[in-house]
């Protein structure tokens, strides 16, 4: 056994052991810390929401009005607008629940289990002010929470166990990195310490380093001792000539490819803002094929604001530009945060798909999902709009499903990686219709038939659009629906069974029933109820197939 090797076995160890205790210690102090001011930061908006809700109380108190069960659900209304208002991530729920463990009151969607809801029950049951552990929608969650006597709530501000903890874990990852690299480091501090123990090759190393210091290859290493060190020596002078010649070259081969690399990154860098980054790695990987399209299917989504030519002539170009950007922003997050690609921007319209180049099973799911969001992060915007008094923005959705041709599309002058094909032209003209059926969101058939056991749906309409013959059935969906909307689905639904199989009357009666349920100002129930009864007293021919020629967009 060579000396070296005794030497590393003897002291390496030892170093390793003081790295490893140092660094765990450092580890469990800040991980430690993280954690209590996460805690605390939970539990300062349990307290806020808590002052809160107290306050609004004491005014119900003092203006006598504890006793009136409208002033008591406005009060209620006023806290959990308060909660939402306090959220500051996605990840963050704000709720309180009933003795039964009934959410009542929410900053998001929260639908728990039936085991999830006793949980809950034997929380508020208990009544007790804590920092508690629980799950909600099969995710784990932690929180602070606290009871509220006067609504008979249990209130807890909570977060995603893998969020509240991320910053601990990102410490361990950059503890177990920063351990890793201190062992390197410690090694091959060790090897130099043996080499400068094994003292015949002191003179020979010298040499060396002196010459890789210089970069000058013309030097070389003195042949001290007529034994294996010196054979070393006389073989690196005889490595040193060959590689003199060859310096030349290898410095400008690099010098190229440092070049073609900075090249490189630029060219992504810039192009990564107008295509996405997998369509740009196929390119370099593949760049004979970069103007080959292929047929895919995938989700396509339209989006537009309603009335923008009006929006636009009564704003200042200024605020205009201001406005469009904030407004881009956040729909654009919300396709990107469902993995959806924006493919262009049309004037004040946003064209998204879903499919490629990376293909994924929930493709239409989470196209509808984005479009239901971006509705929903059109309140947040007009929130801004109105606070900066300016006007508020209305959108219209149209999403369709299928084949269409992808590619990069264009020359090798100007190229667009984009979609086109008649589905494309479909999601197009559905975003079109969502004002003439006043709905904010519009789906194709196929999109319904993936979404239809996930997402509550309505049948709207059969309609040929401008362009094409064939009738084609639209839907509107939402996330979920109250009890009376749920009936009213129901009755339109049957309606609509009725209306397509030319029973007018029976089908008129169902669609009057759907207009008592959802009001009188929903349109798709109360156009159908005009239409079965203009066909009730007036048939149509025997080869009616229910299918509304749209001639406009």
């Known amino acids: 056994m060579s000396i070296r090797l005794k030497i590393l076995l003897v002291v390496l160890p030892i170093l390793v052991a003081a790295i490893l205790i140092g660094g765990a210690s450092s580890f469990f102090s800040a991980s430690s810390a993280v954690t209590r001011l996460a805690t605390d930061f939970l539990g300062f908006k349990a307290y806020e929401i808590e002052k809160y809700a107290e306050s609004q109380w004491n005014l119900l108190v003092e203006n006598d009005a504890a006793s009136r069960p409208e002033m008591v659900d406005a009060a209620k209304a006023a806290v959990e607008s308060f909660a939402t208002s306090v959220v500051r991530s996605e990840t963050e729920l704000v709720f309180a629940v009933d003795r039964s463990g009934t959410p009542v009151m929410r900053s998001g969607p929260v639908l728990p289990s039936e085991a999830e809801r006793r949980a809950l029950a034997a929380l508020a049951e208990a009544g007790k002010r804590s920092f508690t552990d629980f799950t909600l929608e099969g995710a784990e969650r932690v929180g602070a929470g606290f009871p509220f006597g006067p609504f008979g709530w249990f209130v807890v501000a909570s977060e995603r166990r893998d969020a509240f903890y991320s910053d601990v874990n990102a410490i361990a990852r950059q503890s177990v990195i920063i351990l890793a690299g201190s062992v390197v480091v410690a090694a091959l501090l060790l090897l130099l310490f043996v080499g400068y123990l094994v003292k015949p090759l002191e003179s ?75 369509v740009i790695d196929q390119v370099f990987a593949n760049p004979e094929e970069a103007l080959v399209g292929d047929d895919r299917v995938v989700a396509i989504l339209f989006s537009d604001i309603r009335g923008f030519t009006s929006i636009s002539e009564a704003m200042a170009p200024y605020d205009l530009v201001t406005s469009l950007n904030r407004y881009f922003e956040i729909m654009v997050d919300v396709i990107a945060a469902r993995n959806g690609i924006v493919d262009k921007y049309i004037g004040d319209a946003i064209m998204a798909f879903w499919g490629a180049p990376v293909k994924r099973d929930d493709d239409a799911y989470q196209s509808v999902l984005a479009g239901l969001e971006m509705t929903e992060a059109l309140d947040r915007f007009n929130e801004l709009q109105r606070r900066d008094g300016q006007p508020e923005f209305h959108i219209g959705v149209g999403i369709a499903y299928g084949v269409v041709t992808v590619g990069n ?126 066909y009730a007293r007036n048939p149509p021919p025997p080869d009616w197939d229910g299918v509304e020629v749209l001639t406009h967009k």
């Not at 034994?227 to 310096?247: K, P, V």
């Not at 979609?419 to 079109?432: F, H, K, Q, T, Y």
């Not at 006043?438 to 401008?466: M, T």
């Open 204 to 278: 020979v190393v010298g040499a060396m380093k002196r010459i890789i210091a210089s970069n000058e290859l013309s030097g070389r290493v003195v042949v001290a001792y007529d034994d294996e060190i010196g054979h070393l020596s006389h073989t690196f002078n005889l490595m040193l000539g060959a590689l003199d010649q060859a310096y030349g070259r290898i410095k400008r081969y690099a010098f190229e490819a440092v070049l073609a690399q900075k090249k490189e990154t630029k060219i992504r860098n810039l192009f990564q803002l107008y295509v996405p980054k997998e």
């Open 409 to 534: 599309i264009g020359c090798d002058k100007k190229m667009n990686y984009t979609v086109i094909g008649d589905n494309v032209n479909l999601a197009s003209r559905l975003e079109g219709q969502t004002k003439e059926y006043k709905q904010p969101l519009l789906i194709s058939e196929s999109v319904h038939y993936k979404v239809k056991d996930l997402l509550p749906c309505r049948l709207l309409d059969k309609v040929a659009v401008k362009g094409k013959k064939q009738g084609v059935r639209i839907y509107t969906v939402r996330k979920e629906l109250d009890e009376l909307e749920e009936e009213g689905w129901k009755a339109h639904a049957e309606a609509c069974d009725h209306y397509w199989s030319m029973r007018f009357r029976e089908a008129a009666d169902g669609f009057r029933e759907a207009v008592r349920l959802l009001g009188p100002d929903d349109f798709p129930a109360a156009e159908l109820l005009r239409r079965a009864e203009g």
